[in-house]
């Protein structure tokens, strides 16, 4: 199956900036996830997202972020006030139907100096 | 608890060998594993999976073995090519409001030429 495509594939940001990362699955699927991955280590669940709302979040998941999908296609990420600790691969993914494989993006790899 | 890990960080092998990446996990519960490859610069690719009413299963080239009496899960791959070295990470999803999938650490593969 085809995967998702994620923009910006690089972003360099200052500290306390905002950034908006994009996702764009398949349309008809429903069930869409963020994750990261430090350079070096494994990748972290962040936030799951079906049907127009957040299903599940994890700790790292705190309130400098947030997901929607404004115009049922585009699927954001979005980070406020980004922390240097924020530096990572961030990654999009979808399931076509609940406790599936995922498919993932390519990611975009998020760089806060 | 949330835990899937690895016991070996990185594993070589000859071209044309067989590959044996293992992975313990902790979370009984658990009833779907996956395998998932990444290369460099990529996210993670889906290779296979196998729930817990199973203990084995086969794809081309890759086999997934799961013993639920110890908890432990393991990836071959037969007749190692070069195109198989990457990074491999096991993993499982567990619900909690929503489907996330858990990774665990990652075993680097090196294929010998």
């Known amino acids: 199956e085809p995967e998702v495509t994620q923009t910006p594939s690089h972003q360099v940001t200052q500290m306390g900036q905002e950034v908006i990362l994009r996702c764009v699955p398949i349309s008809n699927h429903l069930y869409f996830y963020w994750y990261r991955q430090i350079l070096g280590q494994k990748v972290e669940f962040l936030v799951s997202f079906y049907n127009n709302e957040i299903s599940e979040k994890s700790e790292i998941f705190d309130d400098q972020f947030s997901v929607e999908r404004p115009d049922g296609s585009n699927f954001t990420l979005k980070i406020r006030s980004t922390k240097l600790e924020d530096s990572a691969m961030y990654f999009c993914?979808?399931?076509?139907?609940?406790?599936?494989?995922?498919?993932f993006g390519q990611g975009t790899r998020l760089t806060v100096v | 608890g949330e835990s899937v890990g690895l016991h070996l960080p990185t594993l070589s092998v000859q071209e044309g060998d067989n590959s044996i990446i293992n992975c313990a996990y902790s979370?009984?519960?658990?009833?779907?594993f996956i395998w998932y490859k990444q290369e460099s610069g990529k996210g993670p690719q889906f290779i296979i999976d196998i729930r817990s009413n199973m203990d084995k299963r086969q794809g081309q080239r890759v086999t997934v073995l799961l013993n639920k009496t110890v908890k432990h899960l393991s990836l071959q791959i037969a007749a190692t090519q070069p195109g198989d070295s990457a990074v491999y990470f096991c993993?499982?999803?567990?619900?909690?409001?929503?489907?996330?999938?858990?990774f665990g650490a990652g075993t680097r593969l090196f294929v010998k030429a």
């Open positions: 993993a499982e999803n567990i619900y909690g409001g929503g489907f996330k999938t858990i």
């Open positions: 993914a979808r399931t076509a139907v609940m406790n599936t494989e995922a498919f």
């Open positions: 979370n009984s519960a658990s009833d779907y």
